[in-house]
């Protein structure tokens, strides 16, 4: 089993940055899918999580339509470190965003950490 913490949360103004992190508790080579999701505000946990961006094992990396061009996930294998580059912010990020690792019988999620962009 693998634990996830998340980091790196805050308040931003809008048009700012902010990077997400999000680290495991043993070595995530093996993992093949780690990712971002959110939950805006309200909404039941667990319920309607949106996916953000994800990067495979061997680096392929996919986007949510609403991030590209802003948003960046990358992968450290040597820190078991997932990071999440969020620029050009806007309102409309404002959510719990959460870390996943997914293996196929692995599907493990970190505890969120709250992004509100707000002027």
């Known amino acids: 089993q693998v634990q996830l913490v998340e980091s790196g949360g805050g308040s931003v103004q809008p048009g700012g940055s902010l990077r997400l992190s999000c680290v495991a508790s043993?070595?995530?080579?093996?993992?093949?899918?780690m990712g971002w999701y959110r939950q805006a505000p309200g909404k039941e946990p667990g319920k309607e999580r949106e996916?953000?961006?994800?990067?495979?094992?061997?680096?392929?990396?996919n986007y949510a339509d609403s991030v590209k061009g802003r948003f960046t996930i990358s992968r450290d294998n040597a820190k078991n470190t997932v990071y999440l580059q969020m620029n050009s912010l806007k309102p409309e990020d404002t959510a719990v965003y959460y870390c996943?690792?997914?293996?196929?019988?692995?599907?493990?999620w970190g505890q969120g950490t709250l992004v509100t962009v707000s002027s």
């Open positions: 043993r070595s995530i080579l093996s993992i093949n899918l």
């Open positions: 996943n690792a997914n293996n196929g019988h692995l599907d493990v």
């Open positions: 996916l953000v961006a994800r990067v495979t094992s061997t680096g392929i990396r």
